[in-house]
């Protein structure tokens, strides 16, 4: 099994900054992906960011310019600066990880518990 454990989330006044952390454990071979995602009350999750491990990026449109998604392979965690926080932004946000969890095709994909940012004055 693997368990997804995020932090950093909060409050912050508009145009205030803040650094999700995502930390991925257990039967772990490949990370093969992380990103984040977040939801608004009464809608589905939307991609904020994703990065694969090659390090190829995806930003959501919203996200570019003020989001930056950041990994440590080494520590499989994955990492999102958010500058310039609108209380547009306001949601819970998860972590996503696609991970094998060994060399012959077993593949675990799952969220993180979600972590709320409140941005507001």
């Known amino acids: 099994q693997v368990q997804l454990m995020e932090s950093g989330g909060g409050l912050v006044q508009p145009g205030g900054s803040l650094t999700l952390s995502c930390a991925a454990s257990?039967?772990?071979?490949?990370?093969?992906?992380m990103g984040w995602y977040r939801q608004f009350p009464g809608e589905q999750r939307e991609l904020v960011a994703d990065?694969?491990?090659?390090?190829?990026?995806r930003y959501a449109g919203s996200a570019k310019g003020r989001f930056t998604i950041s990994r440590d392979n080494a520590k499989n965690m994955v990492f999102l600066q958010m500058n310039s926080l609108e209380p547009e932004d306001t949601a819970v946000y998860f972590c996503?990880?696609?991970?094998?969890?060994?060399?012959?095709?077993?593949?675990?994909?799952?969220w993180g518990q979600g972590t709320q940012v409140t941005v507001s004055s």
């Open positions: 996503n990880a696609d991970i094998s969890q060994d060399a012959y095709g077993r593949t675990w994909i799952g």
């Open positions: 990065i694969a491990n090659g390090g190829s990026i």
């Open positions: 257990g039967t772990i071979w490949r990370v093969n992906a």
